[in-house]
Structures are given as C-alpha cells and as structure tokens.
C-alpha cells in the first residue's frame, strides 16, 4: 500500500527529534519546575499539618501545583511532538 501510514514513537525510534525549543533544554526545565512543585506541596502539607495554614488554603495550593504540573508535561509532550526530526544529531 502506498498511502499506508503508521504509528512511531516521538523519542523511541528517531532520537534526534527537534522541538521548537532544544528538548534536553525542556526536559531539564520540567524536572527543575515538578521538583519544586512537589517541595511546595510537601511544605503546604507540614503547613497544614501544624495548623499554620487552613485546610482550604491547602487544596488551593494542590489544585495551583496540579494546573502547573499539568502544564508542564503538556508542554513537555507538545514541543516534542510538533518539533522536527533531523538525520543528524542537532548542534548544542
């Protein structure tokens, strides 16, 4: 079949996949931000815990951290996917 299209994997199959912005650069700023969005959570959570913040202001703190981190890897996942795919390694 000529028109035949399949399924390949963004980063599996074709590691030299170029996003809009460097992918080492992007995943290396996801993993900075989750980490700081779980340290926030932990110290809402210790906040809560000692009554220094009130369980409301606590689960507006999740649901910001959620909306954030959700942001985050859809981002992640989009520059991946709509980015280019090179034959040769891209320059640093």
Known sequence: MKNEMRYVEPDSQHPNTVGFIPPEK???ASFVLMTLLILT???GGILM???LATEDTFWRLMASI???AG???AFTIVNT???K???TAPAS
Do not use: A, K, N, Q
Request: glycine share 24%; charged share 20%.
């Open 85 to 87: 795919r090179s034959e």
């Open 26 to 28: 992007v995943r290396t």
């Open 41 to 43: 959570g932990v110290g």
């Open 49 to 51: 815990v000692w009554d």
């Open 81 to 83: 996917l709509f980015g």
């Open 66 to 68: 959620g909306l954030i």
């Open 71 to 73: 942001g985050v890897c």
